[in-house]
């Protein structure tokens, strides 16, 4: 059971006004808010433990790497990779998935296919349009229906001898649709094809558990699950990643450096060049652990209450349309109020201290495919509640009154 009051005193930012209005935010899949015990980390960190990791013989590049690796450790457990090796951190999904991209370049040749979704976010489409252009492989696409779900007849019709990648994501960011990633995973490897799956959405919402899933690569950003911007992790089987090149070439990723040759290190090291976001890396952990402590099923339960309380009120609203009912979907409302903007309604909510998101959400194909410029997305988080729903319904009446 969630005891929201409680949980919500964890969140300063929740305590602002917003025009005058307390802030109601509904902004759950752009970024998620941060908890104190994290803040409270990162603060930390800089105050007690700053210093560069994995080089120094000093005590507090000691204690620093330690609060980083033990971080990294924290990861694998909650995704259940096998080794903490396999858990690469990155700077977000965008930075994993384009590691993944380069890393494929010099595996995939002229017309090797690779299939991605039609419900991708634009960082999990142009990479691979990158990788394409680089290698002459063909990009299909795996296409989606009115309901936004995924069509998987025509995946099956498109897996070939020829299929070499997938990309997926888990969750939807503009839909909300739960695609079923682990027929996707277990059909492409009956053809050999390798998976990867964009867990940006599903981080915050469950728990994935990699080795299960059996899936060859995961990203994840922490920012969308109550962690600080800037860092994530890409999980990948430890196969796949000696076989993948080295992304960015510098410090921390060698083994041996003369100007005739170099060696690279192990893993994770090979992926990891530069100094990282060490405070970031550790504050992920923290935030691991706060939503562990929260619990992931009592987060999923209340969030979907959340959501068909949302949905049920929101439809009631003449002229009102959702985009995304699939079966199986997050807390996440995508609409439009016929002949309004979705960029109008937006601005009257924040006037009266709500936020959404308007505009395509970084995934333009889909919108396309509804024949629409954007929608106007409400996100929720286990810190909402059902009088901030109230406040969002009663706001967009207003909106529309407004507005027609
Ligand atoms: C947010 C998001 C991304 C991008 O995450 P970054 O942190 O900006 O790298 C990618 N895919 C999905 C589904 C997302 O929701």
């Given at each position: 059971?969630i005891?929201v009051?409680?949980?919500r005193k964890?969140?300063?930012?929740?305590?602002?006004?917003?025009?005058?209005?307390p802030?109601?935010?509904?902004d759950?899949?752009a970024?998620?808010?941060?908890?104190?015990?994290?803040?409270?980390?990162i603060?930390?960190?800089?105050?007690?433990?700053n210093?560069?990791?994995?080089?120094?013989?000093?005590?507090?590049?000691?204690?620093a790497?330690?609060?980083?690796?033990?971080?990294?450790?924290?990861?694998?457990?909650?995704?259940?990779?096998?080794?903490?090796?396999?858990?690469?951190?990155?700077?977000?999904?965008?930075h994993?998935?384009?590691l993944v991209a380069?890393?494929?370049?010099s595996?995939l040749?002229?017309d090797?296919?690779?299939?991605?979704?039609?419900?991708?976010h634009h960082?999990?489409?142009?990479?691979?349009?990158?990788?394409?252009?680089r290698?002459?492989?063909?990009?299909?696409?795996?296409p989606m229906?009115?309901?936004g779900?995924l069509?998987?007849?025509?995946?099956d019709?498109?897996?070939?001898?020829?299929?070499?990648l997938?990309?997926v994501?888990?969750?939807s960011n503009?839909?909300?649709t739960?695609n079923?990633i682990?027929?996707?995973?277990?059909?492409a490897?009956e053809?050999?094809?390798?998976?990867?799956?964009?867990?940006?959405?599903?981080?915050?919402?469950i728990?994935?558990?990699v080795?299960?899933?059996d899936?060859?690569?995961?990203?994840v950003?922490?920012?969308k699950?109550?962690?600080?911007?800037?860092?994530?992790m890409?999980?990948?089987?430890?196969?796949?990643?000696?076989k993948?090149?080295?992304?960015?070439?510098g410090?921390?990723?060698?083994?041996?450096?003369?100007?005739e040759h170099?060696?690279?290190a192990?893993?994770p090291?090979?992926?990891?060049?530069?100094?990282?976001?060490?405070?970031?890396g550790v504050?992920?952990?923290?935030?691991?652990?706060?939503?562990?402590?929260?619990g992931?099923?009592n987060?999923?339960?209340?969030?979907?209450?959340?959501?068909?309380y949302?949905?049920e009120?929101?439809?009631?609203?003449?002229?009102?349309?959702i985009?995304?009912?699939?079966?199986?979907?997050?807390?996440?409302i995508?609409f439009?109020i016929?002949?309004?903007?979705?960029y109008?309604?937006?601005t009257?909510?924040?006037?009266?201290?709500i936020a959404?998101r308007t505009?395509?959400?970084c995934?333009?194909?889909?919108m396309d495919?509804y024949?629409?410029?954007?929608?106007?997305?409400?996100?929720?988080?286990?810190?909402?509640?059902?009088?901030?729903?109230?406040?969002?319904?009663a706001?967009?009446?207003?909106?529309?009154?407004?507005?027609?």
């Amino acid at each position: 059971m969630i005891n929201v009051d409680k949980i919500r005193k964890d969140f300063p930012i929740l305590n602002r006004e917003i025009n005058g209005k307390p802030l109601v935010y509904f902004d759950n899949a752009a970024t998620s808010q941060t908890p104190q015990q994290v803040i409270d980390v990162i603060v930390d960190y800089y105050t007690n433990h700053n210093a560069n990791i994995h080089r120094g013989v000093h005590a507090l590049s000691q204690e620093a790497t330690d609060l980083y690796e033990d971080a990294r450790r924290k990861i694998q457990q909650h995704f259940n990779a096998l080794h903490s090796h396999e858990i690469i951190m990155t700077s977000g999904t965008t930075h994993g998935i384009n590691l993944v991209a380069n890393g494929f370049s010099s595996l995939l040749q002229k017309d090797d296919e690779v299939l991605v979704s039609a419900l991708e976010h634009h960082s999990n489409i142009v990479p691979w349009q990158m990788l394409c252009e680089r290698t002459g492989a063909k990009l299909k696409v795996i296409p989606m229906n009115a309901n936004g779900e995924l069509v998987m007849s025509a995946y099956d019709e498109l897996l070939s001898d020829k299929t070499k990648l997938v990309f997926v994501n888990h969750i939807s960011n503009a839909l909300g649709t739960i695609n079923p990633i682990k027929y996707i995973i277990d059909k492409a490897h009956e053809f050999g094809a390798a998976v990867l799956v964009d867990g940006a959405q599903s981080c915050p919402h469950i728990k994935p558990d990699v080795q299960a899933l059996d899936v060859d690569f995961y990203v994840v950003s922490a920012h969308k699950m109550c962690g600080p911007t800037g860092v994530g992790m890409l999980y990948g089987k430890e196969a796949w990643l000696k076989k993948l090149p080295p992304y960015q070439g510098g410090g921390e990723m060698i083994d041996q450096v003369t100007f005739e040759h170099t060696t690279y290190a192990g893993l994770p090291h090979k992926f990891e060049a530069g100094t990282p976001n060490i405070s970031g890396g550790v504050a992920f952990g923290a935030a691991i652990d706060y939503m562990n402590h929260i619990g992931f099923d009592n987060i999923a339960a209340y969030e979907h209450e959340l959501l068909v309380y949302a949905t049920e009120k929101l439809a009631a609203i003449e002229g009102l349309k959702i985009y995304g009912v699939a079966q199986e979907k997050t807390s996440v409302i995508s609409f439009n109020i016929e002949g309004i903007h979705p960029y109008d309604i937006g601005t009257i909510l924040d006037k009266m201290g709500i936020a959404v998101r308007t505009g395509h959400h970084c995934a333009q194909p889909i919108m396309d495919f509804y024949k629409i410029p954007g929608t106007v997305r409400a996100s929720f988080a286990f810190y909402n509640t059902h009088a901030e729903i109230d406040a969002l319904v009663a706001g967009v009446k207003k909106a529309k009154m407004m507005l027609s």
